[in-house]
C-alpha cells in the first residue's frame, strides 16, 4: 500500500513539474492523472496491482472535499447578501448541465444505434 | 475547570483537535447518510461541512486555525486525482467504446456549466465580477481558481461557489437523472462529473462504480475545457 501510495504521489509530483515547466493550463494532479493511465494501459499489470488501494482511496474521496468546504464559514456575510440570486443560479445552471450532459449522451448513443447499459 | 479550558487552548491550536474531528464529522455526515438509507440529499460533505462550520463559530476559531489541522486531508486531493487513473484504465474499452457521445455531452454540459450559471446571475442582477467568479464554477477547485484568475473574478469567492455546485450537484443527480429516464451508468456519472467535478464523483462512486469511473473522465475532461473555453466565452459574451 506505501509503494501504491507512492506511486500516486509521485505522478503527481512527474505532473507538478511539467506543468511548470510547459506552462499547460493543467494543474499537476490532472497531468500525473493521464500519464499514470498511459502507463496502465502500456503495462496492466500494474494496474492490476495498485487498483484495490485505488478503488479503497476513491470510496472515500467525499473526506477530502470537506476541509476546503468549511471555508465557507469566511463567506458567510458576502453570500448572505447575495445569497438567493447566487443560489439560483448555481442551482439551476447545475441542473441543466447534468441533464443535458446526459440526455445528449444518450441521443447520440441512439442516433449511433447504440443501446442503453443498464446493469442489473 | 481551568484544566479543561488549559487543556482546549493547547489542542485547539494545534493540528491534532482539527484532523481529528474533520474525520469524526465525516464519520457522523457518511454514518447518517448510511443510516438514511444512503439518499442523495443526505450529502455526507454537507453534513461534515455544516457541522464543522457550526462548531468554529460556537468556539469563535478561526479557519485558518482549522485548516492547519484540515490540511493534511485536504493535500489528499492531489493523489485522489491521479488515482482516478485506474477507474479510466479499468473502464477504458467502454470509454473507447462511446468516445463520441461522451465527447458531445463534453462540450454541452460544460458549455452549459459556464453560460447557464451567468445567465441566471445576470437575470437575477448581479454585478460582473461575481458573474465572471461563476463561469468556472463547475471545474474542479484547483483549475477553477486559475481560471478565475485569469478572467478576472474573484478566486476566494470561485472556490466556494466550486464547493457548493459540488454538493448540489451530488444532491440533486440522482433524482434528476432518474426523472428524465436516463439508466445508462455511463452517461449519468459522466454528466455529473462534468457539472459537479469531484464531489458529483464522490456521489457517483457511491451509486455504482461505472458512474464513478465516468465521472472522474467527466470532471477531468471538463476542467481541461473550462480552462480552454473560459476566457474565450469572457470575451464573447462580456
Known amino acids: ?120 | 475547570m481551568t484544566d479543561i479550558i488549559d487543556i482546549w487552548s493547547y489542542l485547539s491550536e494545534g493540528p491534532l483537535l482539527w484532523l481529528t474531528l474533520t474525520l469524526v464529522a465525516y464519520l457522523i455526515g457518511d454514518g447518517c447518510f448510511r443510516l438514511a438509507g444512503r439518499k442523495p440529499y443526505v450529502n455526507p460533505v454537507l453534513i461534515s461541512m455544516l457541522l464543522l462550520a457550526a462548531l468554529l463559530e460556537a468556539t469563535g476559531t478561526s479557519y485558518q486555525t482549522y485548516f492547519e489541522g484540515a490540511q493534511f486531508v485536504h493535500f489528499m486531493l492531489g493523489p485522489a486525482t491521479v488515482a482516478l487513473a485506474v477507474p479510466l484504465w479499468s473502464n477504458w474499452r467502454k470509454v473507447r467504446e462511446s468516445a463520441l457521445p461522451l465527447l458531445a455531452a463534453l462540450c454541452v454540459g460544460s458549455a452549459m456549466a459556464m453560460g447557464s450559471g451567468v445567465a441566471i446571475g445576470a437575470a437575477f442582477g448581479l454585478d460582473r465580477q461575481i458573474l465572471l467568479s461563476l463561469v468556472p464554477k463547475a471545474a474542479t477547485s484547483p483549475i477553477a481558481i486559475g481560471v478565475s484568475e485569469t478572467i478576472g473574478g474573484l478566486p476566494t469567492l470561485t472556490v466556494v461557489l466550486v464547493l457548493i455546485t459540488g454538493v448540489i450537484g451530488a444532491v440533486v443527480t440522482t433524482p434528476l437523472l432518474n426523472l428524465l429516464r436516463i439508466r445508462d451508468y455511463r452517461g449519468r456519472g459522466f454528466a455529473t462529473g462534468v457539472a459537479a467535478h469531484g464531489i458529483g464523483t464522490a456521489r457517483a462512486f457511491q451509486v455504482h462504480g461505472t458512474a464513478g469511473a465516468f465521472a472522474g473522465i467527466g470532471m477531468v475532461l471538463n476542467a481541461a475545457l473550462t480552462a480552454l473555453l473560459a476566457p474565450l466565452f469572457v470575451k464573447l459574451f462580456f
Open chain 1, 1 to 120: 500500500m506505501i509503494l501504491h501510495f507512492g506511486i500516486f504521489l509521485g505522478f503527481q509530483l512527474l505532473g507538478e513539474v511539467l506543468s511548470r515547466i510547459t506552462g499547460i493550463a493543467l494543474p499537476g494532479p490532472v497531468i500525473g492523472m493521464g500519464l499514470l493511465a498511459a502507463l496502465l494501459l502500456w503495462r496492466p499489470p500494474i494496474g492490476t496491482a495498485i487498483e484495490g488501494t485505488a478503488t479503497g482511496f476513491l470510496s472515500h474521496l467525499s473526506l477530502l472535499y470537506v476541509p476546503a468546504g468549511v471555508g465557507i464559514v469566511q463567506y458567510l456575510d458576502q453570500l448572505s447578501e447575495i445569497g438567493l440570486p447566487l443560489a439560483a443560479a448555481l442551482l439551476g445552471s447545475t441542473v441543466l448541465s447534468i441533464g443535458v450532459g446526459a440526455l445528449t449522451f444518450k441521443y447520440v448513443n441512439r442516433l449511433r444505434g447504440v443501446a442503453d447499459e443498464t446493469p442489473a
